[in-house]
């Protein structure tokens, strides 16, 4: 009896605030479906204490490697024969990220790719189109990182703008939420929207260009918006793809969260509570851009950067 060996692929997103790691193994079909073997996720919070000065705390640096030494342990459990790692908004802007590819190199072999903004929103689109049917009406992709925000402006077939900035959680919690045991103050909301303004001008112009009628969130701060409706924190691999959340669904959210000191927030039902601080910024965030296009359609996607890549290694 002889056993035939499959291609199995292992996807690492090295992202400011969480890492995900996605094992899959190819079909022998080409049109076929590659089989999900595991999905999860770790709060690395690689930009905690650092990011607005432009470096990777130690602390973080040392869970970044234990993280990458995990998903090397997996990786090798699982027999994978080709691994891809990108990294994003906090590596490339560190002082000491090429450090951390370095050592991560060194102590597990696993080569990191550090992508570029523009690469990272073309691969989210990439992402959200195997999760969420955008047809062919104009779609306004988010995906809100703790160290950037992309928005892309798609359908099914075409990506019509793109851009990334530098604007993620981790950097607007530093920012205007310096002290998040609290309640965030009117002012700092105020200021964090009226900072927003400033530096997502791109932004509302390319909605007025390509008026797109619908939104759909990505990853991370959107995941636990869609928990946050159901009152239930699901696990990465529970996440259905794409999942209606309901206007009525999000202010109400928005609303809490705005209300509520850190404790409270972390004891919302379907809030991680390393993501409970972030997600009042990231709300204020994307409440402005419901402002600013007067969308009320909102779907959230589970898939971004990884799902991307993924699709574009099957083609």
């Known amino acids: 009896m002889t056993t035939t060996h499959h291609r199995r692929l292992a996807l690492i997103d090295m992202g400011t605030n969480t890492f995900h790691l996605l094992i899959v193994e190819l079909p022998e079909e080409r049109h076929a479906e590659p089989q999900v073997l595991m999905r999860t996720k770790v709060g690395v919070r690689l930009g905690e204490g650092g990011i607005s000065k ?6 973080a640096f040392a869970r970044a490697l234990h993280t990458l030494q995990a998903f090397q342990e997996e990786i090798e459990l699982h027999q994978v024969t080709d691994v891809r790692a990108t990294a994003t908004s906090a590596v490339r802007v560190a002082r000491n990220g090429s450090e951390l590819v370095q050592a991560i190199f060194e102590q597990t072999g696993i080569r990191v790719e550090v992508i570029p903004g523009e690469r990272e929103a073309e691969l989210i689109a990439k992402g959200v189109r195997q999760a969420v049917p955008l047809g062919d009406e104009r779609n306004l992709i988010v995906d809100i990182g703790g160290g950037s925000v992309e928005f892309i ?9 793109k851009q990334s900035f530098e604007i993620g959680a981790q950097r607007l919690l530093d920012m205007f939420f310096p002290d998040p045991s609290g309640v965030m103050s009117a002012a700092a909301v105020a ?10 001008a791109p932004l509302v112009a390319a909605i007025e260009e390509f008026q797109p009628v619908a939104v759909v969130g990505a990853s991370g701060s959107f995941d636990s918006l869609a928990d946050m409706q159901l009152g239930q924190l699901r696990t990465e691999a529970e996440l259905p793809p794409c999942t209606d959340l309901a206007m009525s669904s999000f202010q109400n959210s928005y609303r809490q969260l705005l209300s509520s000191t850190h404790e409270e927030r972390k004891a919302i039902p379907g809030i991680l509570p390393m993501r409970a601080d972030m997600l009042v910024v990231a709300s204020v965030l994307f409440d402005f851009v419901l402002g600013v296009s007067g969308i009320t359609r909102i779907r959230t996607s589970a898939f971004a950067l990884k799902e991307g890549l993924l699709a574009e290694m099957m083609k």
């Not at 402006?153 to 703008?161: G, L, Q, R, V």
């Not at 200021?191 to 997502?200: K, R």
Request: charged share 15%; net charge negative.
């Open 54 to 59: 432009g470096e990777i705390t130690p602390q």
């Open 153 to 161: 402006i798609a359908d099914e077939a075409t990506i019509f703008w």
């Open 191 to 200: 200021a964090e929207q009226a900072h927003l303004s400033v530096v997502l």
